[in-house]
Protein backbone atom coordinates (compact mmCIF):
# COMPACT_ATOMS: atom_id res chain seq x y z
CA UNK A 1 0.00 0.00 0.00
CA UNK A 2 1.37 3.71 -1.13
CA UNK A 3 1.66 6.00 1.20
CA UNK A 4 2.90 9.90 0.97
CA UNK A 5 3.33 11.87 3.81
CA UNK A 6 4.41 15.76 3.28
CA UNK A 7 6.15 18.12 5.92
CA UNK A 8 8.16 21.03 5.68
CA UNK A 9 4.93 23.85 5.49
CA UNK A 10 4.51 27.02 7.73
CA UNK A 11 3.86 30.67 7.34
CA UNK A 12 6.57 33.02 5.93
CA UNK A 13 7.26 36.31 4.56
CA UNK A 14 6.77 37.09 1.01
CA UNK A 15 10.07 36.70 -0.51
CA UNK A 16 11.16 34.26 2.05
CA UNK A 17 11.96 30.17 0.88
CA UNK A 18 10.24 27.35 2.30
CA UNK A 19 11.30 23.41 1.06
CA UNK A 20 8.61 21.01 1.07
CA UNK A 21 9.13 17.14 1.07
CA UNK A 22 7.23 13.89 0.27
CA UNK A 23 8.14 10.69 2.12
CA UNK A 24 6.97 7.58 0.56
CA UNK A 25 6.55 4.01 1.96
CA UNK A 26 5.56 0.88 -0.02
CA UNK A 27 6.91 1.33 -2.74
CA UNK A 28 9.75 3.07 -4.56
CA UNK A 29 9.30 6.40 -6.51
CA UNK A 30 11.12 4.83 -9.65
CA UNK A 31 9.02 4.35 -12.46
CA UNK A 32 6.57 6.57 -11.58
CA UNK A 33 5.67 10.30 -12.13
CA UNK A 34 5.80 11.94 -8.88
CA UNK A 35 3.72 15.68 -8.37
CA UNK A 36 3.08 18.70 -6.27
CA UNK A 37 -0.40 19.91 -6.71
CA UNK A 38 -1.86 22.98 -4.30
CA UNK A 39 -5.48 24.15 -3.64
CA UNK A 40 -6.25 27.13 -2.00
CA UNK A 41 -9.67 27.46 -0.25
CA UNK A 42 -12.69 27.67 -2.17
CA UNK A 43 -10.41 26.97 -5.72
CA UNK A 44 -9.79 24.18 -7.30
CA UNK A 45 -6.51 21.91 -7.00
CA UNK A 46 -3.82 22.87 -9.67
CA UNK A 47 -0.85 21.55 -10.83
CA UNK A 48 2.47 22.95 -9.05
CA UNK A 49 5.06 20.34 -10.41
CA UNK A 50 6.14 17.31 -11.37
CA UNK A 51 9.32 14.89 -12.19
CA UNK A 52 9.24 12.34 -14.70
CA UNK A 53 11.55 9.68 -13.39
CA UNK A 54 12.47 7.88 -17.12
CA UNK A 55 14.42 10.90 -18.38
CA UNK A 56 14.80 12.89 -15.63
CA UNK A 57 12.36 15.55 -16.86
CA UNK A 58 10.67 18.08 -14.50
CA UNK A 59 7.63 20.29 -15.60
CA UNK A 60 6.46 23.22 -14.09
CA UNK A 61 3.02 25.02 -14.00
CA UNK A 62 4.06 28.86 -15.26
CA UNK A 63 3.08 30.52 -11.92
CA UNK A 64 6.27 29.21 -10.36
CA UNK A 65 8.47 28.75 -13.25
CA UNK A 66 11.72 29.77 -12.06
CA UNK A 67 10.64 29.97 -8.21
CA UNK A 68 9.83 26.44 -7.60
CA UNK A 69 12.35 23.82 -7.83
CA UNK A 70 11.32 19.57 -7.85
CA UNK A 71 13.61 17.08 -6.76
CA UNK A 72 13.92 13.53 -5.79
CA UNK A 73 16.23 13.28 -3.08
CA UNK A 74 16.50 9.29 -3.33
CA UNK A 75 14.22 6.61 -4.38
CA UNK A 76 11.42 7.49 -1.77
CA UNK A 77 11.94 11.41 -0.72
CA UNK A 78 10.44 13.80 -2.59
CA UNK A 79 11.48 17.62 -2.61
CA UNK A 80 10.35 21.30 -3.43
CA UNK A 81 12.16 24.12 -2.91
CA UNK A 82 10.23 27.28 -3.07
CA UNK A 83 11.69 30.72 -3.14
CA UNK A 84 10.98 33.78 -3.49
CA UNK A 85 7.23 32.85 -2.52
CA UNK A 86 4.37 35.32 -2.96
CA UNK A 87 0.90 35.64 -1.04
CA UNK A 88 -0.53 33.93 -4.08
CA UNK A 89 1.40 30.85 -3.54
CA UNK A 90 -0.74 30.11 0.21
CA UNK A 91 -2.63 26.71 -0.46
CA UNK A 92 -2.25 23.27 0.86
CA UNK A 93 0.35 21.35 -0.78
CA UNK A 94 0.03 17.67 -2.05
CA UNK A 95 2.41 14.79 -2.60
CA UNK A 96 1.03 13.24 -5.93
CA UNK A 97 2.23 9.59 -7.39
CA UNK A 98 1.04 8.47 -11.03
CA UNK A 99 0.16 4.16 -11.38
CA UNK A 100 3.36 2.68 -12.48
CA UNK A 101 4.17 2.68 -16.62
CA UNK A 102 1.45 5.75 -16.31
CA UNK A 103 2.21 8.03 -19.87
CA UNK A 104 -0.35 10.04 -19.81
CA UNK A 105 -0.01 13.83 -19.22
CA UNK A 106 2.09 15.30 -16.16
CA UNK A 107 0.04 17.99 -15.52
CA UNK A 108 -3.71 16.50 -14.75
CA UNK A 109 -4.56 15.69 -11.11
CA UNK A 110 -6.54 12.19 -12.90
CA UNK A 111 -3.33 10.75 -13.59
CA UNK A 112 -2.61 10.72 -9.91
CA UNK A 113 -4.32 7.84 -7.47
CA UNK A 114 -1.92 8.10 -4.77
CA UNK A 115 -2.26 11.45 -2.33
CA UNK A 116 -0.71 12.60 0.51
CA UNK A 117 -2.46 14.55 3.39
CA UNK A 118 -1.16 17.73 2.23
CA UNK A 119 0.70 20.63 3.98
CA UNK A 120 -0.09 24.29 5.03
CA UNK A 121 1.64 27.18 3.19
CA UNK A 122 0.94 30.78 4.19
CA UNK A 123 2.83 33.46 2.60
CA UNK A 124 1.86 36.86 4.61
CA UNK A 125 2.47 39.94 2.42
Known amino acids: QVQLVESGGGSVQAGDSLRLSCAAS????????MAWFRQAPGQEREFVAA???????TYYADSVKGRFTISRQNANTLKLQMNRLKPEDTAVYYC???????????????????WGQGTQVTVSS
Open 51 to 57: SRWIGDR
Open 26 to 33: GSPFSRYY
Open 96 to 114: ARSSPGYSGTAYAAAGYPY
